[in-house]
């Protein structure tokens, strides 16, 4: 399945000099009526310690633009890169899921479509 939209964001880190880069990649709505959107690492910086500030960058940057709330209407995974599979007991995505203000991750070898 090839995403719709495909962009590359910067976030920051506990680094100034050397920022995060993600790419997120947005698919047609799954069967719940959300949509998947997967997050890939393009540096050595785990996305899942930076979560909160990538989730307010993408809400600002992409779905603001589209009236979508990240919380309520997007199932979030993150693919497993070779430096995190080990914290995700060997899957392949850390789904993200919300609890009011908390954050929970859930792993998957696969994401559901």
Known sequence: ??????????YPTDSLAEPGIIRVQIFDPNGKGKIPVVIESKTAHSPMNYI?????????DIFDRILIDIRKNVSLYISA????????NGKNFAAVEFEGESI??????EIER
């Open 104 to 109: 929970k991750y859930v792993y998957l070898d």
């Open 1 to 10: 399945m090839n995403p719709m939209f495909e962009k590359d964001l910067l």
């Open 81 to 88: 890169t070779e430096e995190i599979k080990k914290d995700m």
């Open 52 to 60: 909160d500030t990538i989730i307010r960058i993408m809400q600002n």
